[in-house]
């Protein structure tokens, strides 16, 4: 099937009016949606990063809060810790200090993982500052 010019010329005339009608109704739905005050969608933080300084950091800061301190108040420092962060924010923070868990896992499970390790963490440190001060007070 062949199109001569006429025929390429009523295409042509066609898409421009197919055109000018999708700009008009663009513009109409901006006209809409200002006049019910819908906010504007800023755009998803995608690939937000951490540095590797930023999240050794904030691993330490954490560690440091969850010594010491009761099984109840741990989890709620990790919890609040794990929820006020972006998932991305959490994969990098994870790899970064190469904490032995799955970047792939909901929240509440890095969460409760996380719990687990500072919880580790805490009783070995524990230990370690028991042991140090008996060798210590021995000599």
Known sequence: MEINERQLATIARSLKKASGAVKELAKAF??????????????????????????????????KRCEGVESETLGKLVTDFVSSHTKEYLTAFIRHNNLPLDTKDSKKELAKGLRQLLAQSAAISAVISHVGSSVSSSH
Do not use: G, I, M, W
Not at 48 to 59: L, P
């Open 30 to 63: 901006d006209e809409l949606a200002t006049s019910l005050h819908v906010p504007a969608v800023s755009p998803l933080k995608v690939n937000e990063t951490v540095s590797f300084e930023e999240a050794t950091q904030a691993y330490e800061e954490l560690r």
